[in-house]
């Protein structure tokens, strides 16, 4: 093993804060990575201050980080992928079981027993859980590494890991979604990406949004169309006519007024995770033969895939850079939405 410099919480209650620690060595199948950026996800923040207790208790210290680009470093014998020197990227998984008909159909995600990339039980019982990319490095079996495109801005490409296969994913499965009505509920971390892959894969893109003084923006990044989804007029004017419709907001909301908004079979899928259950109509659903369905991350083949989308249509997140001494105070700007749309952390920052 070796030591490793990096970003941990000590509670619930504590900040962030320096600490020192423990990484395997590079076994048989291994890569070793130089972590270059790591983005700052919402759920780095919820795992931090163990707000998800009910559902994934975190253990103490915890080192977060799942959008994770680097350099790689070091191989085991085994690896045939990469080679030292090369870019690589690490999203919310580090292991998972192989065997079961989720892995074998490169359906990681789903896995019973996947790995979590931090707070995840440790295989190699390096430490009690896996630590995350708020560190210098990081050795991941090489199934879960990932190539990135050489032509992209690496900061913007961390958090297509996380943010990004997260909307890429759902729109992707979907279908063929030229010329056809897509809209975007949200404009945030994972709304603006799906504005992005939506209009890449030629749809005709529609933001709703609260905010009338996000309209300019959603333009910018290549929606069609705003709604302000308080104005009852302009919800009216569109109600019935969408095709698709994903879902980003992780606050209470009703869903009923977006399942109105879609077509006969037109699907909204969720991939913002609200705390209360929400409340579905199951006549809005039942008339138009509508569907609400979920979605979460990728597995490799398909975040690969979307890397790869990515470098061919010249798309990464919009990121502010910070250092990782400003990470506390990134997470309480991201509790008000004052960021747009992604930190991305400079981890040469941490060798200072």
Request: hydrophobic fraction near 40%; glycine fraction near 10%; charge should be negative.
């Amino acid at each position: 093993m070796y030591k490793a410099k990096a970003y941990s919480a000590a509670s619930a209650t504590s900040p962030l804060a320096s600490t020192t620690i423990q990484r395997r060595d590079t076994t048989d199948r291994d890569v070793q990575i130089e972590i270059l950026f790591c983005g700052i996800c919402h759920s780095d923040l919820h795992s931090v201050r163990d707000e998800w207790h009910s559902i994934m208790p975190t253990v103490y210290p915890i080192v977060p980080g799942h959008e994770i680009v680097g350099r790689v470093t070091k191989v085991g014998p085994g690896v045939t992928k990469f080679k030292p020197g090369e870019l690589a990227a690490v999203g919310c998984l580090v292991d998972s079981d192989h065997t079961c008909p989720n892995c074998k159909d490169g359906l990681e995600q789903l896995c019973p027993n996947q790995t979590l990339t931090f707070n995840g039980t440790d295989k190699h019982q390096t430490a009690p859980v896996t630590y995350g990319g708020y560190s210098e490095s990081i050795v991941v079996d090489e199934h879960f590494v990932l190539r990135v495109p050489t032509n992209l801005n690496l900061a913007g490409v961390a958090p297509l890991l996380c943010a990004g296969i997260t909307t890429y994913s759902p729109i992707r499965r979907w279908g063929d979604i030229t010329r056809k009505k897509v809209g975007v509920v949200g404009l945030g971390g994972l709304g603006h990406m799906g504005v992005k892959f939506a209009k890449a894969f030629g749809a005709h893109v529609v933001v709703f949004t609260t905010s009338p003084g996000k309209k300019e923006d959603a333009l910018r990044l290549g929606a069609d169309e705003v709604i302000i989804s308080t104005n009852a007029k302009e919800m009216q004017q569109h109600a019935g006519s969408f095709n698709f419709i994903l879902d980003t907001i992780a606050a209470d909301h009703d869903i009923n007024a977006y399942i109105n908004m879609l077509g006969r079979d037109g699907n909204i899928t969720l991939v913002g995770a609200p705390e209360t259950p929400l409340q579905v109509s199951a006549f809005a659903l039942l008339f138009g033969r509508r569907s609400l369905s979920g979605s979460i991350i990728g597995g490799i083949p398909e975040t690969q895939e979307m890397l790869d989308f990515c470098g061919a249509h010249n798309i990464t997140a919009d990121v502010e850079v910070i250092p990782i001494q400003k990470v506390n105070e990134a997470y309480e700007r991201m509790v008000r939405s004052d960021v747009k749309y992604r930190f991305s952390i400079d981890m040469a920052s941490l060798k200072g």
